[in-house]
DNA sequence: CTGAAAGCGCTTACAG
DNA sequence: CTGAAAGCGCTTACAG
């Protein structure tokens, strides 16, 4: 047992005035050399920097925040429905990216969470100064009411916003017909003939724009489409969905399932019923995530370059308070990565 | 096209003086109905409260804060490792229980990763009063230089810190060894004669207590332990552990596995061995996610309540940021699943 | 119950 | 290149 420390004793924390007593300027000076300005002396700046050192300054954030009226933090929306938002592994891994941006930056990344029954209340801590920008990521929260934040906020979507498509809206996204045909033309390459797909939701342009995809790169080939079921990017969905595509007439030899989590569960329903992969059908789906490598086989998969997306949407909400004009369209580089589910 | 309305033109944000201004008060008395002082007259307060709907007035927080001493903010510390942090839905839930409990209060969470390279940059960013507490969840961060911080900040973890425990340590968890036992007193009461295990990481003092659970339950009800194999909680990591329990000589008809991410690659091995489930072997796990859900047969588990963990741990240093005293050890309840892979 | 005043820790024109 | 002064938007003793 040690001798208690109340907590309440409030801890010595060094002030700016401080450092500059220590080094002998004025906290006019010492600011400047913590903001790098070019016009200071080098010998003030060393004098500065060590008596920093010396005490274990940190800038004070709120201090500087009212001084510089920057919060000197951007806001990850979050829906409501939480649950649903963290268990999909590539919103977690969408954060992540942008997380890991920010601590490279002088932002730092708050979690907000939008509240449904009363969205204004949101809008109003965001218009009001509470942060610097705000990235959004869900199709929830896309709503067109975003639209006009976007004139007075700082914004990056990782999804197309459903409504309007102003030029102040700036989205960070891969380019989704290429994930569909990108997966579809590696099965078709492998020789297959019958191409069936699962696709996201039907109302979600990515989950139309990933159909279009495989649709296109099937007719490219002089091929028929095969079956197309929509799924919701779960494992359930997946396996509903792959349900489905079998109790139908049409065999199939490949299939192009536009998530890894749909992916997941389909490929149990397959092997339930005794389909061998990929000999009997070839897998390829979208997402490089423990969804496509933990299964057997491990699945062909469109790697979508989720956390570079994050760290690209953090990027460009930065820029974009510093005053950069940037682009409507930023588009995140994808891969294809070869597996086992569509081996010849 | 429409035209643009540059971002530079700083939107019009009220302050408390236009607030105070508009009721006809002093900004004195405005702030005090804003802060629910009870010296103010009901009259007042009306009359505040109307005029900061009129305008849409939100507190500044970067002011308030500087005047409170306060930063109003929780950090939740993520390991530099971001990417295996987050491609675990446990962390991704507990996050989202915090996130979400956060939002109920007047504090924000903000993730904070931690340099590794330099960990005295993180400590002195903490130290320095840039948050009014922190929430430690990974293992490797609960290193015990915690242990010193905690004396002066407070600081809630999910795991138990390795080293030392002082009193000023605060712990938020699941009683580890009651979740070995709760799953393995189920397959028992299930009949089964040869209960094998597949453990988290034995260096943590979780994957040692749930194995111990199950040992000790094993033992209680006169039957032998049966294989344990160590796993590392990854899908890859259970179904390596699931081949080495294959593999052994010794016959098993149920298995407890400390994690449902184990347990789905551990599941695929099963099945791609021919094995069925639970006919041949029953299956328990931990951790109630889409991995417990989203495999055939769904999987029997123990409910940790994860998310309310987060939310537990939130709640946890807000109390102790406002002065309170509390226990080392805060509990959070478990519950049995049952579901197909134990089913008689 | 209410207001004037000081102060929280910075930044930044403004002089020099 | 450097410093004194004002100000960022709040809160809170201190008087009254």
């Known amino acids: 047992m040690t001798i208690e420390t109340p907590r309440g004793t409030t801890p010595w924390i060094p002030t700016l005035e401080e450092v500059a007593a220590l080094a002998g300027v004025s906290s006019s000076t010492a600011s400047r050399v913590i903001n790098g300005s070019p016009r200071v002396t080098e010998q003030t700046v060393a004098r500065v920097n ?135 033309r590696h099965l078709v390459e492998r020789g297959r003939q019958h191409i069936a797909t699962i696709t996201g939701p039907l109302d979600t342009s990515a989950g139309r724009e990933r159909m279009q995809g495989w649709r296109d790169t099937v007719l490219a080939a002089g091929l028929e489409p095969g079956g197309c079921e929509e799924g919701d990017y779960t494992p359930t969905g997946g396996a509903q969905a792959m349900g489905r595509l079998l109790d139908a007439e049409a065999p199939f030899d490949a299939v192009f399932i536009a998530s890894a989590q749909m992916a997941s569960g389909a490929v ?19 997402d490089n995530n423990v969804f496509s490598t933990s299964s057997s086989p491990q699945l062909t998969t469109v790697d979508l370059h989720t956390a570079e997306k994050g760290a690209t949407m953090m990027a460009a909400v930065v820029r974009l308070i510093d005053g950069a004009q940037l682009g409507t369209e930023m588009l995140v580089p994808i891969d294809l990565i070869e597996r086992a589910s569509t081996a010849l």
Chains 1, 2 share one sequence.
């Open 50 to 184: 060590e008596a920093i050192a010396k005490i274990g300054y940190v800038p004070n954030r709120a201090g500087r925040n009212l001084a510089r009226r920057r919060t000197q933090t951007v806001a990850m929306m979050i829906p409501e429905r939480t649950a649903d938002f963290f268990a999909d592994p590539y919103f977690a891994e969408v954060i992540q990216g942008a997380a890991m941006h920010a601590s490279s930056t002088e932002y730092s990344l708050t979690l907000l969470i939008e509240s449904e029954q009363d969205p204004h209340k949101t809008h109003q801590f965001l218009r009001r100064g509470n942060v610097d920008g705000a990235l959004i990521l869900s199709h929830h929260s896309a709503s067109s009411s975003y639209g006009e934040l976007a004139r007075t906020l700082p914004i990056v979507f990782g999804v197309h916003p459903p409504g309007a498509v102003g030029d102040q809206i700036h989205v960070v996204d891969v380019d989704n017909v290429a994930v569909g045909a990108l997966g579809t």
């Open 268 to 286: 149990a329903v397959l092997k339930d019923r005794g389909v061998r992969i990929p000999a009997d059908v070839a897998v390829a789906t979208a």
